[in-house]
């Protein structure tokens, strides 16, 4: 690769795990939207569903969206709002709320959207939902989702969805955002066969960018180009929602992956999780500067509430979790008054901590709601599916890392019995802790804003496609500080003169930070992944240290 190429051995390195061909260096390196997005005409209904919003739009007819509350819906909710905004037209959103009505269309909201509406899209949702569907009596609905699809499809006039039974599986890794920016393609394209320019789809790409990063969507294939070149957009501060979220989360560098998915993400989700269900939704999509600062600064606020209520249910959780055993297929735990908001995230965290399956459940009034998160390899949405279908789940679906879950209090045991039953026969109760998976072994004086500045040529970096981790070996260790409760900043160098700042977050959660922090003169095998940490105008390299070993 470096000799064909003459790329840097770290990038080069980079390159080759993941098995790209030196002749195909410069396109990975340089992906363009226009190779890498398929043809709309590929998923089922698109053509169907494209006519008939155009349809709708022409005749100014009553337009409702319906979309799921967290950030990929939110998201697939303002692609469409924005998009009609600039054909002259307005559509009602709703989303449902999230204890009140729970995921996804019900029976007494389709029907009343359906009263007054003639036209439903529902995004992010929908593909499961046979009855409220049926429901939408006198309105056309149309699904734009990328859930695990069920055998039978609803009674929507189009399904659009690369998750379904009957679809190939290829755009599988797609998030719903990119489902409805593919319809939005189509109706473009439908437009210009009638002489008509339909709006610009590029300057939307900042909200497909965040919606695939937030929904830890596989940065693969047209994933890599849509999230490159709606970070691009981002940086242009056109969308007054995304510039005031930016501000309150006090970014003050050129947008990243982990800016959308740390930063940007869990605001936008806060008023889903714990607030008005509608808030991220609407934040994406006004136009007005006042009210985006107005809604970005609530989100704000319920974002650091919510960190509040999580940590709460996280220390419970996990103290549950370790009293029934972590080292089976499943690690679960229930809780009574668990706000439902918050058992997704830390689901997540239980994962993290254990490399396994988890499921994280609220109960109240004898029904409990949960949240489950897998692991690679593992198709946690499709065993849920079958516990839904088997009858201990009330219901149950989502996709192989995510899905949701309603089932009641005195089915909690067996229904969870027969989960870790499922999830062990594909594999889950056999893996060990996670390797750390080395991408090369640097020399602090190496590890420079040049080279990093490089291997951002291979990224974005996320899901599937993380970011290159480099080990630094035998390397002492200066000025350990705690920040915070639970991180840890120092600086580390090799004795021969450079020195680089480290920060490791969470650090103190575990036996990383007390063992940094000690003083004495031990040397330590550090590894993480460099990156540029710009304060007070200033960009220095810095580590963010993942793991370390005594030398």
Same mark, same amino acid.
Request: glycine content about 10%; aromatic content about 2%.
């Given at each position: 690769m470096v000799q064909e190429t003459h790329l840097p051995m770290p990038l080069a390195r980079v390159l080759v795990a993941r098995g790209v061909a030196p002749q195909d260096a410069a396109r990975f390196l340089g992906p363009q939207l226009r190779d890498l997005l398929p043809d709309p005409h590929g998923l089922k209904d698109m053509e169907r569903a494209a006519a008939r919003f155009l349809t709708a739009v022409k005749a100014r007819e009553k337009l409702a969206i319906f979309a799921d509350y967290d950030v990929d819906g939110g998201?697939?909710?303002?692609?469409?709002?924005?998009?009609?905004?600039?054909?002259?037209?307005?559509?009602?959103?709703?989303?449902?709320?999230?204890?009140?009505?729970?995921?996804?269309?019900?029976?007494?909201?389709?029907?009343?959207?359906?009263?007054?509406?003639?036209?439903?899209?529902?995004?992010?949702?929908?593909?499961?939902?046979?009855?409220?569907?049926?429901?939408?009596?006198g309105a056309d609905v149309v699904v734009l989702d990328h859930h695990l699809g069920g055998e039978t499809l609803p009674p929507a006039l189009a399904v659009v969805n690369p998750n379904r039974?009957?679809?190939? !599986?290829?755009?599988?890794?797609?998030?719903?955002?990119?489902?409805?920016?593919?319809?939005?393609?189509?109706?473009?394209?439908?437009?210009?066969?009638?002489?008509?320019?339909? &709006?610009?789809?590029?300057?939307?790409?900042?909200?497909?960018a965040l919606a695939t990063v937030a929904d830890v969507a596989p940065l693969i294939g047209v994933n890599r180009a849509l999230v490159r070149q709606g970070l691009r957009v981002m940086a242009r501060r056109e969308r007054p929602g995304m510039v005031a979220l930016s501000d309150v989360a006090r970014m003050d560098q050129a947008p990243s992956t982990y800016h959308l998915g740390f930063l940007l993400g869990p605001r936008v989700n806060a008023g889903g999780r714990i607030g008005a269900a509608d808030l991220g939704a609407r934040l994406l999509a006004t136009a007005?500067?006042?009210?985006?600062?107005?809604?970005?600064?609530?989100?704000?606020?319920?974002?650091?509430?919510?960190?509040?209520?999580?940590?709460?249910?996280?220390?419970?959780?996990?103290?549950?979790?370790?009293?029934?055993?972590?080292?089976?297929?499943?690690?679960?735990?229930? !809780?009574?008054?668990?706000? &439902?908001?918050?058992?997704?995230?830390?689901?997540?965290?239980?994962?993290?901590?254990?490399?396994? &399956?988890?499921?994280?459940?609220?109960?109240?009034?004898?029904?409990?709601?949960?949240?489950?998160?897998?692991?690679?390899?593992?198709?946690? !949405?499709?065993?849920v599916q079958r516990v839904a279908a088997e009858g201990l789940f009330l219901k149950g679906g989502g996709h192989k890392m995510a899905a949701g879950l309603t089932l009641t209090e005195a089915l909690l045991e067996p229904a969870m019995a027969r989960l870790a039953e499922l999830l062990a026969r594909q594999g889950a109760g056999t893996v060990g802790p996670r390797d750390l998976r080395l991408d090369g072994l640097l020399m602090p004086a190496a590890a420079t804003a040049g080279l990093i500045d490089e291997i951002e040529k291979a990224g974005p970096f996320g899901q599937s496609a993380p970011a290159p981790r480099f080990a630094f070996a035998a390397m002492a260790v200066f000025a350990p500080r705690r920040m915070g409760e639970q991180h840890l900043r120092f600086s580390f160098g090799d004795g021969l003169g450079a020195r680089i700042d480290a920060v490791a977050f969470g650090a103190f959660d575990g036996p990383l930070g007390p063992m940094l922090a000690q003083p004495g003169a031990a040397r330590f095998h550090l590894a993480g992944r460099l990156e540029i940490n710009s304060w007070g105008g200033r960009n220095k390299v810095q580590l963010r240290l993942e793991d370390a070993a005594k030398a």
């Open positions: 998201a697939s909710a303002a692609l469409l709002m924005t998009w009609l905004r600039a054909m002259g037209r307005e559509a009602t959103l709703y989303i449902p709320d999230r204890i009140d009505e729970g995921y996804g269309p019900n029976v007494p909201a389709m029907a009343e959207l359906a009263r007054d509406h003639s036209l439903i899209l529902c995004v992010d949702c929908g593909t499961l939902s046979h009855d409220p569907i049926a429901a939408a009596k039974q009957d679809e190939d !599986g290829a755009l599988g890794h797609l998030c719903a955002a990119s489902v409805v920016f593919l319809m939005l393609v189509e109706a473009n394209r439908q437009l210009r066969g009638e002489g008509v320019q339909g &709006p610009d789809l590029m300057a939307m790409l900042d909200l497909v007005d500067p006042h009210e985006a600062q107005a809604l970005a600064e609530r989100l704000d606020r319920l974002n650091t509430e919510r960190r509040d209520i999580e940590n709460r249910v996280r220390e419970e959780a996990l103290a549950q979790a370790e009293a029934r055993g972590l080292d089976g297929p499943l690690v679960w735990a229930a !809780g009574a008054g668990w706000h &439902p908001g918050v058992v997704g995230i830390v689901a997540a965290r239980l994962k993290e901590a254990t490399n396994r &399956p988890a499921v994280v459940i609220g109960l109240e009034g004898g029904i409990g709601k949960g949240s489950a998160r897998s692991v690679a390899g593992v198709d946690l !949405g499709a065993a």
